[in-house]
């Protein structure tokens, strides 16, 4: 039986890529998403990779949602967590709710998300977890207090967990992409774009969603077992180092 996989906020950008490669290897797949309808049904008709809607910053529609995943395809064996949002701003303009609502997406939705299937991973004794966070969480990022904020903490819930999971082959990681060529990315104002970010990223360009997905593919594998509480950069050298 193939394993089942998870990805939330799978249906565009990075997440549609990484829910693509495991269906493509022969996992089944299912994709989450939360606003975008017109986007998700497009991908479910190119794809034919089934897709639920909830939100992940709300705990019980995501033990609804994972409920409504396990009836269709089984229990989870991966879950991808790639669902995030950015409300960017410089702090002194920045809003609670601003804050707020990256927060509730790009950290509570780890714990929202992880803890409905933590129990049956745990039982089964075989899980795999990764944690998309970013390049900003390393190293900071202007404008982005909330962001950087959010997906550092997501690195500190993935080395926390790994330790859990450790004894029960649930292994736990985290992958930190570079600028990549998302709808988020493209929001960036392009004279920003150009003239402070582009000459950072010492590969002269942006990385392609796919080659986010080629980290997550290596880190869920059944081989990869020993790898857990790690983060695994891909930024194009812009950012070396921890
Ligand atoms: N790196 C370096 N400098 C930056 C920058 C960046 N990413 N973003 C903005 N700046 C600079 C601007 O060029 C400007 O400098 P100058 O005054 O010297 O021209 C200064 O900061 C203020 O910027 P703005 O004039 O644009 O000020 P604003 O108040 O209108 O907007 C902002 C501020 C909302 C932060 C806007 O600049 C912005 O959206 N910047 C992009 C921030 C960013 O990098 N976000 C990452 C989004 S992608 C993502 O989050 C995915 C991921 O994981 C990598």
């Not at 290897?25 to 639920?52: C, D, K, L, M, W």
């Not at 409300?87 to 920045?94: P, S």
Request: negative net charge; aromatic residues 6%; glycine residues 12%.
């Amino acid at each position: 039986m193939a394993r089942v996989a998870l990805v939330s906020g799978g249906t565009r950008g990075i997440g549609a890529a990484i829910a693509r490669a495991l269906s493509q290897v022969g996992y089944t797949v299912a994709a989450s998403y939360h606003g975008n309808e017109e986007r998700a049904a497009s991908f479910h008709q190119t794809t034919g990779i089934p897709v639920f809607r909830w939100d992940v910053s709300d705990y019980d529609a995501c033990v609804d949602g994972i409920s409504r995943v396990e009836a269709e395809l089984g229990p989870i064996d991966i879950l991808v967590n790639n669902a995030g949002i950015s409300r960017d701003g410089m702090f002194h303009k920045m809003t609670l709710a601003q804050w707020n609502e990256v927060i509730g997406t790009n950290l509570n939705g780890l714990f929202n998300m992880t803890h409905p299937v933590w129990p049956g991973m745990r039982e089964r004794g075989f899980g795999r977890i990764v944690n998309i966070s970013s390049i900003n969480a390393q190293k900071g990022q202007l404008g982005q207090v909330n962001y950087s904020a959010s997906k550092a903490g997501d690195l500190g819930f993935t080395r926390a967990l790994a330790l859990e999971g450790a004894s029960r082959n649930i292994t736990v990681n985290a992958v930190c992409p570079g600028y990549t060529e998302t709808d988020m990315v493209r929001a960036i104002p392009p004279h920003v774009m150009e003239e402070k970010i582009l000459p950072q990223i010492p590969v002269g360009r942006l990385g392609m969603p796919e080659e986010i997905a080629r980290c997550v593919l290596f880190l869920v594998s059944d081989e990869a077992g020993f790898i857990t509480g790690s983060t695994l950069s891909a930024n194009g050298g812009q950012h070396i180092g921890g």
